[in-house]
């Protein structure tokens, strides 16, 4: 039998219903962990860790749990309400109010935005994080994708882009996923409510050099802005900060390039790659 914690007097976390869920189901069942893993293909050790909350999982792994229990989907609708809690806790604020935001503004240094990104490019960054394991970085991956569900929803924020030069000359290290990601760029900026631009070194010292920034405008009128750096992460909900910042981000937003100068710039480095290319025949 399943021992389980008590947790009187908490309200219980969406993480901690999946892992509950999940052992009930193996409980009722009469499966061992031996058997759920030859019937899922998953490693027993991983599905206990799904259990008892240690880890989250990822689509895949939770697919083949709603197939063998039968449970028509259920355990991947749970699944995508506890895949917030693969984010550190100082996203969660971020994260509740990013999907209330009406218009999105971001500011990229270091890295396309995870919004923007493609699946091989998101594992390469978070690979350079030194995730746990392949199951780690998995989840990790899954739930950066999962999120770009904002832009192409029934009412999708206004999204811009300002992206640094040095975001696109360091590129993937695999020259395909590389050029994978540069065409994904192309087309989410013919999204209607997408714009990118590019911020070009000859636009010389700014305000923002070293800090992404994202500001987001909520349905009440009011902002809120998000800095980040290597090492940490800073929300701010003063209305004179953001005022500061968005007014940062404007001045940088009249340096960049046209969103239209923007792709084909992009588009000039997709070129240069592929000229670049080895001759395959």
Not at 12 to 30: F, T
Not at 75 to 103: C, G, H, I, N, P
Not at 141 to 157: F, H, I, K, N
Request: net charge negative; hydrophobic share 40%.
């Amino acid at each position: 039998m399943v021992t389980r914690k008590s947790h009187a007097g908490q309200k219980p976390s969406a993480r901690q219903m999946l892992a509950r869920e999940l052992a009930r189901l193996r409980e009722e069942s009469g499966m061992s962990l031996a058997a759920l893993g030859e019937a899922t293909t998953y490693d027993r050790a991983y599905l206990h860790k799904l259990e008892t909350g240690a880890r989250i999982g990822s689509p895949d792994v939770i697919a083949a749990l709603d197939a063998v229990y039968k449970t028509g989907g259920h355990l991947s609708l749970l699944w995508q309400l506890a895949r917030e809690d693969a984010f550190a806790d100082k996203y969660k604020r971020f994260m509740e109010l990013e999907a209330k935001a009406t218009v999105r503004y971001e500011y990229a240094v270091g890295a396309i935005p995870g919004l923007l990104q493609t699946e091989g490019y998101a594992r390469e960054v978070l690979q350079a994080a030194r995730p746990r394991d392949e199951n780690d970085l998995s989840e990790k991956v899954s739930a950066r994708l999962g999120r770009q569900d904002l832009l192409r929803g029934d009412d999708p924020p206004h999204y811009r882009a300002v992206l640094d030069e040095s975001v696109l000359r360091r590129g993937a290290h695999d020259p395909k996923e590389w050029a994978i990601q540069l065409k994904h760029l192309v087309a989410v900026s013919e999204l209607p409510n997408v714009t990118i631009q590019v911020l070009p070194f000859a636009a010389g010292l700014h305000a923002l050099m070293g800090t992404s920034l994202t500001i987001l405008w909520l349905p009440d009128g009011s902002a809120v802005a998000y800095t980040e750096d290597q090492h940490s992460g800073q929300l701010m909900e003063s209305a004179q900060d953001v005022e500061d910042l968005r007014l940062s981000y404007d001045l940088l937003r009249d340096l960049a390039l046209s969103p239209r100068e923007s792709v084909a710039f992009i588009q000039r480095l997709m070129e240069d790659g592929a000229s670049c290319a080895p001759d395959s025949t």
